[in-house]
């Protein structure tokens, strides 16, 4: 294979694309995360932030006083104030280390949505693209490989800081992930073992065939166990609220970024954001069933198929099911702000022992009982 | 291009090892080799195998060197622990000793100069390292779990107090 | 039968011991080491009655005659070490007594399959399975002493595995297959890199048998580690790295003994004359046992270096004559040890009074290990010095000869202050021994004794098996 084939023009569109996508995404997640917090505690959320000369412009006035209400201007005075902020460095803080930490949390968030597929095969002309910006052959294991990279950007941000929180909360943050990660990839085991592939699209496709005729074959019904395993899982690499032990705020001040501040701040709070996006990317792929909607061939993006004897061409379909995997994204990453907004912490020894000794065993339990009825 | 990638990465993975050997600091040390270890999946996937590309960065960037860092987070170890920067004959000795072996290994395979056998059409691919590993290498793969276990249970009995 | 019946047998009782030590109560764990004992009887009785000659995945695996020999002499020794261990593991660690003796099963798992390896993975990951526990055990008594012991025992195996990795690496390069068959090719069509590879693994094998210039960890680690523990690893994992270099040099490799086998005379040479010297003014037996260890390694290091089947058949049966004579003297170092607390020679003083029998029995040991007529050793040495004098090497005979008187000497110090001085005040009593270590002192005179007195089963066996290897 000739590698410099392998990134034609399209590749480098769809790589920004999704690169763009993630990083708007971002900051209206952090909107999106207030409003819930605030529906959790029964308060209004932001509504303060205005736009100071725009509203007074007559027609298009009232949009912005509409938006400064509803509190989404917050996000742009958010990141407004962390860009203006100074940049704190401890005086005897590895300087290096310290302010390569946070790239290091926020590099590989972003670029693990690479091999997420979040469209089906579509026609451009004469080719035939797939909305997936790599599609490789080891897929999931790359997504594996660069999230087992996350905890360096904990670790070594709590290391450099010098400061005995800071480490506190990087020796968690590592060790928590250590832990979760072994579990997340042995949940995903079978899988693999029932559509046969590595690759995210083959497991994608291969949830569009029916069980019985009527229930599709989504990875949560061939595998329920997995699919609760690997949410707790990976949810709980995410480090968020009940795994926020790494932070702690009770205990540790603010863990491993407590001596950070400005946009090295803002960078692993926009790694977190990131993560969980990726986190219900790849989840809704895994376990219910991608960009697809159920009982719709992915086949009809290409062919396009009449209903109710009107023809429906391929990018109608394909439009859908881009909705429908935006809107499965957006369903499991309000799962987990109401997650985060409605359990307390665990204690650090529960979160090891819940790690260690029930979601493990379960997931080896699984692979080994997925294999017996594969078998028989 | 490839040969271009491979002389880059080639020469940042011998850099990253000098860096490791070099680093005073532990950790830097520890990062060096995450660097060095990133460059070799990156010549992996030159030579298009992108299952062992994608276990080099798992298992070793992801798995052993951050439970490196953390033992070597948990000794903290300071700049003035480490005493003063000496150069000492056995160092030097180490030096000229791997310059030596070096000179030793390199003589030979540049005479040796043959091009390796052409790589078989499933190589680096999932399947065909499943194969490997679950056929031909089937008994040093089971001794492995073996050797696991052993090693957990060791590492359980000498973290115990109550023998 | 299946060429890896007793492997997998063996596997199964270290299983089988995992589940026992699940069951018994953490009062009372005695029963884990008879378990592990009798499995690993039941294993050395299986390999005399199931038929497991023949080789398995395509030549990786191996059960030709010198694989059963040295599996056998590999099971006799963990045997005979559990039993050594399993009063001092009740005493000292009796809650870990199920993890002692599934370690020590372990480590001999990867003992008996790397005298099967002939493959460069197989026999990298089967020598990782029998060090990775011997760290472990060497610091189960938790002292600073026993943590420095494993602690060295740990670098230099960790440091000596990556050089053994390295070397084998090269030697990968050259055959383009991890058949010890391909190196052969390789080597026969005259890949440069061949030579470079097996000099390294020549020394990281050194490092782990414990020859000169690698053996400076053998003293510390014997003295710090559990005693009954240190017999083990006296006898089994040096067997066992002989076990991996007849695989590599002398079965893949015999071409190119031009390059290897004046490297091993010249470092078995010297490790006969450091250890021997070094062991005379040690006062701790168990450092003076280890420096006559190093000797004794030398010894054997010369039935590889001479390349001929005669050497190779005669280190087979030192082996055996080891086997007996080291682990029985350790274990006697270990009664001593537990009675007073000291391995000190003064601790040994007036034995004769104390315990007539355990006395006789080190001194069986002791003439043993020298190379007196008519106990085991005697037949060892002898056998080896006539293999080197048939191969041409008289000067070794005679150095040889020379090093046995002085190895004679130190050991009849330790005799000396068994049998003709009085005890050390305090320490008059009668020393106490355990039923199970009454009976692994009685195994190990009646081997010295026996294989002395009737050494040509032994003798025979190990020739044939060398000579099947050889051709």
């Not at chain 1, 529906?39 to 027609?59: C, H, I, S, T, Y």
């Not at chain 1, 439009?319 to 409605?342: E, N, P, Y």
């Not at chain 2, 948990?74 to 003035?80: D, G, I």
């Amino acid at each position: 294979m000739n590698t410099a084939a392998a990134f034609p023009l399209a590749a480098l569109v769809k790589a920004t694309v999704v690169l763009f996508a993630i990083v708007g995404f971002s900051p209206v997640m952090t909107w999106f995360e207030r409003k819930i917090s605030a529906l959790a505690q029964d308060r209004m959320g932001p509504n303060r932030a205005r736009v100071p000369w725009l509203e007074k412009l007559p027609l298009i006035g009232g949009l912005f006083r509409f938006l400064g209400r509803i509190g989404i201007v917050h996000p742009v005075a958010d990141a407004l104030k962390m860009i203006t902020k100074e940049d704190f460095v401890p005086d005897r803080a590895d300087k290096l280390v310290h302010t390569l930490a946070p790239w290091i949390a926020l590099v590989p968030a972003f670029v693990t949505f690479a091999v997420v597929p979040f469209g089906p095969d579509i026609r451009i002309g004469a080719t035939i693209q797939h909305l997936q910006v790599a599609n490789l052959e080891v897929g999931i294991l790359y997504i594996f490989a660069l999230s087992s990279l996350a905890p360096y950007g904990a670790a070594l941000a709590g290391w450099s800081s010098n400061n005995k929180f800071s480490l506190l909360g990087a020796l968690r943050a590592s060790a928590q992930m250590i832990s979760y990660e072994v579990c997340m990839g042995a949940s995903a085991i079978g899988l693999f073992m029932i559509y046969g592939s590595l690759r995210l699209e083959q497991i994608v496709l291969g949830q569009q065939d029916l069980l019985w005729g009527i229930v599709p074959k989504w990875g949560v019904v061939v595998q329920p166990l997995a699919a609760i395993l690997f949410f707790a899982a990976a949810y709980a690499e995410t480090k968020r609220a009940p795994f926020d032990t790494p932070e702690g705020d009770s205990e540790i001040v603010a863990g491993y970024f407590t001596e950070y501040s400005g946009m090295k701040f803002g960078m692993f709070y926009t790694a977190e954001f990131v993560e969980m996006i990726v986190l219900a990317g790849l989840y809704v792929s895994l376990f219910f069933g991608g960009y697809l909607i159920p009982w719709v061939p992915a086949g009809w993006a290409l062919t396009g198929q009449a209903v109710a004897g009107v023809m429906v061409p391929g990018f109608v379909w394909a439009l859908l099911m881009l909705g429908a995997f935006l809107l499965k994204v957006a369903f499991f990453v309000f799962l987990q702000f109401q997650i985060r907004w409605t359990l307390p912490r665990f204690r650090y020894d529960q979160v090891m022992r819940l790690g260690w000794k029930i979601l493990l065993p379960l997931s080896l339990a699984n692979i080994l009982v997925t294999g017996l009825v594969m078998l028989w | 291009m490839e040969l271009a990638l491979f002389v880059l990465f080639g020469t940042l993975a011998v850099l990253g090892s000098l860096g490791v050997v070099l680093s005073r600091n532990p950790v830097r040390g520890a990062l060096w080799l995450v660097g060095a270890l990133f460059c070799l999946a990156v010549l992996f996937i030159l030579t298009d195998a992108h299952l062992l590309a994608a276990l080099e960065v798992l298992v070793y960037a992801g798995a052993v060197m951050v439970l490196f860092l953390f033992v070597i987070m948990l000794l903290n170890l300071r700049e003035e622990e480490l005493g003063p920067r000496r150069f000492t004959p056995v160092k030097a000795l180490a030096v000229a000793g791997t310059v030596y072996l070096g000179w030793l290994m390199a003589v030979p395979m540049w005479k040796a100069g043959r091009v390796p056998p052409a790589a078989p059409a499933d190589y680096g691919t999932v399947e065909g390292v499943g194969m490997l590993i679950f056929k031909n290498y089937l008994l040093p793969f089971e001794m492995t779990s073996l050797l696991l276990l052993a090693a957990v249970v060791g590492a359980v009995m000498l973290a115990k107090r109550r023998m | 039968m299946m060429p890896l019946a007793l492997d997998i047998l063996l596997a199964c009782i270290l299983l089988l011991v995992f589940v026992v030590d699940l069951l018994l109560p953490a009062e009372d764990k005695r029963g884990i080491a008879v378990v592990a004992c009798a499995g690993a009887l039941i294993t050395l009785a299986a390999s005399f009655v199931l038929d497991v000659q023949g080789t398995a995945f395509g030549g990786a695996f191996v059960n030709d005659a010198v694989a059963l020999y040295l599996k056998r002499v590999f099971l006799a020794a963990g045997a005979l070490g559990v039993l050594i261990g399993m009063d001092h593991a009740d005493r000292f660690f009796p809650r870990r007594q199920g993890e002692y003796h599934l370690l020590v099963l372990s480590s001999l798992l990867g003992m008996t399959l790397l005298a099967s390896a002939r493959e460069l993975i197989f026999i990298v990951v089967s020598f990782e399975l029998m060090s990775m526990p011997l760290y472990v055990l060497a610091a189960m008594r938790k002292s600073e002493r026993s943590a420095e012991a494993a602690l060295k025992l740990y670098l230099v195996g960790a440091v000596s595995s990556v050089v053994t990795l390295y070397g084998l690496s090269l030697l990968f390069a050259a055959a383009g297959t991890t058949m010890l068959s391909g190196v052969t090719a390789a080597a026969k069509a005259g890949n440069p890199m061949v030579v470079p590879g097996l000099v390294i693994t020549l020394a990281g094998l050194g490092f782990k048998i414990g020859v000169v210039p690698f053996h400076m960890w053998v003293p510390d680690t014997y003295e710090g580690a559990p005693t009954p523990f240190v017999a083990f690893l006296s006898v089994a994992p040096k067997a066992a790295g002989f076990a991996a270099l007849i695989r590599i040099f002398i079965e893949a490799l015999p071409g190119q003994k031009a390059t290897w086998a004046p490297a091993v005379i010249v470092m078995c040479v010297i490790t006969m004359v450091v250890g021997n010297v070094l062991a005379i003014p040690q006062t701790s037996v168990k450092r003076l046992l280890a420096y006559s260890g190093i000797g004794q390694m030398g010894t054997m290091l010369l039935g590889i270096g001479l390349v001929t089947p005669d050497g190779l058949g005669m280190l087979l049966f030192y082996l055996v004559a080891y086997l007996f004579t080291n682990m029985g003297a350790f274990a006697v170092a270990s009664v001593i040890e537990d009675a007073s607390g000291s391995d000190h020679l003064d601790a040994f003083k007036g034995l004769s009074r104390r315990n007539p029998g355990l006395a006789m029995a080190m001194l069986l040991f002791l003439l043993s290990l020298g190379g007196i007529p008519f106990v085991a050793g005697f037949w060892a040495k002898v056998g080896v010095f006539v293999a080197a004098y048939r191969a041409g090497y008289v000067w070794i005979v005679v150095l040889g000869a020379v090093l046995a008187v002085v190895s004679v000497f130190y050991y009849m110090r330790v005799a000396r202050s068994i049998y003709m001085e009085r005890p050390v005040a305090g320490t008059e009593g009668r020393v106490p021994m355990a039923l199970s270590m009454k009976a692994a002192v009685t195994v190990a005179c009646v081997g010295v004794v026996g294989v002395g007195l009737y050494p040509a089963p032994f003798v025979e066996t190990a020739l044939a098996a060398a000579r099947a290897l050889m051709g």
